[in-house]
């Protein structure tokens, strides 16, 4: 079965820190692999997507991912982080409906919270 | 460029009351179009997804039903509302064949009393 897994419910950072949030999945496959953010009671926000080539993925607002296959992680990074990036972080994996269509599968997502 | 829009941005209905929630897409065709609830600020839950006009599949037995009357327009609804169909409801949409990622919309939030 496919799945992805985020294994901390929040993680809390210094503004001005580095910061991680990590994902774990697993899939039949290639993977297709998905960052998207969620403000408070707004929709999600895609943020960056591995498919293939570099195992480093930059998307916006200065995140960044690492796509590490056999770990099969792919953490969400940033090199410094600001007060305004505190929202709610989703990993994504997709996988295929029945006659092969596509569908992402979420994690359950983790909440990020900058200090100033 | 494209856009998404759902409506309304909120609503508290009674139990018991039908439901009908909107999605347009703007600036494509031939969408697949999603709806998805995420209750308690968490988890996504697919709900049902479209790959054209008519064409419905839905992820979980439920309350709720879904329709496509036109290309980008997809729509949510219920005959009788219950309490556990209180969430934040959320439509998405992505191209069909070509990329993977999905582009959210900007959300319903279901208060049922």
């Known amino acids: 079965a496919q799945s992805v897994a985020q294994p901390e419910d929040q993680v809390n950072v210094a503004e001005g820190n580095p910061l991680t949030v990590k994902c774990t999945y697993s899939?039949?496959?290639?993977?297709?692999l998905f960052w998207y953010v969620q403000y408070p009671n707004r929709g999600l926000q895609f943020l960056l997507k591995?498919?293939?080539?570099?195992?480093l993925v930059k998307g916006s607002y200065g995140f960044e991912a690492e796509f590490n296959k056999s770990q099969t992680s792919f953490h969400l990074k940033k090199p410094s982080a600001l007060v305004s990036d505190s929202a709610l972080y989703f990993c994504?994996?997709?996988?295929?409906?029945?006659?092969?269509?596509?569908?992402?599968?979420f994690g359950a997502g983790t909440r990020l919270a900058v200090h100033p | 460029s494209q856009t998404i829009h759902q409506w309304p941005a909120t609503l508290v209905q009674p139990v018991g009351s039908p439901l009908s929630l909107e999605c347009t897409v703007e600036?494509?065709?031939?969408?697949?179009l999603y709806w998805y609830r995420q209750a308690a600020g968490r988890g996504l839950q697919l709900l049902f997804y479209?790959?054209?006009?008519?064409?419905i599949s839905s992820e979980v037995p439920q309350n709720l039903s879904a329709s496509r009357p036109q290309d980008r327009q997809f729509i949510l609804s219920s005959k009788k509302l219950l309490l556990s169909d209180s969430g934040f409801y959320l439509c998405?949409?992505?191209?069909?064949?070509?990329?993977?990622?999905?582009?959210f919309g900007p959300g319903t939030r279901l208060t049922v009393t």
């Open positions: 899939v039949s496959g290639n993977p297709y």
């Open positions: 479209s790959v054209g006009i008519g064409q």
């Open positions: 998405a949409w992505s191209h069909s064949g070509i990329s993977y990622e999905q582009y």
């Open positions: 600036g494509t065709s031939n969408p697949n």
């Open positions: 994504a994996v997709r996988a295929l409906f029945s006659g092969g269509y596509n569908k992402l599968i």
């Open positions: 591995y498919i293939t080539g570099d195992n």
